[in-house]
């Protein structure tokens, strides 16, 4: 259904800007999770809020759900993996769990080392903290969690070169 309707939105663009996202698919489908994903974040954040919860109770909510929604988008619709094995769910889910619970600290350390100790701007560091862990949450995600395993003998998976 979104695949669709990405491939409607597409044709109305230049063919230099379809071939680009038809050529980093995965990527582009991966930042329209993210936005998606942003938006389930906030609704979560602010529906409880609005019902007069505490902000930590809020936060916590907002961050399983989108944690959740963005494990599942992701699996099945930015990295097309169709594997509905028990094992691999588990694994993967893990595997997802732990990557973000690991880039959560790593954006933590990076926001009280530049706003608390280096005294910059918490907003853009923000912006900065939040681009550097979409980047490392996309390769964690496309090298390790969905990794394909169509080729047996590749350990590694391809090399998605960004070409702007």
Known sequence: MLDSLIRKILSIFPKFIQDFYYKHESLMLYLIVGAMTTVVSLIAQYVPAFLGLPTAVNTTISWVIAVI???FANKFWAFKDEST???DLIKQASSFLAARLGTYFLELGFMVFTVDVLDQNEYIMKLIAMVLVTIV??????LFI????????AAEPEEEKIDV
């Open 69 to 71: 929604f963005a494990f």
């Open 85 to 87: 094995e028990k094992s």
């Open 137 to 142: 949450n996309y390769f964690l995600s496309k």
């Open 146 to 153: 969905f990794r394909k395993k169509s080729d047996p003998e």
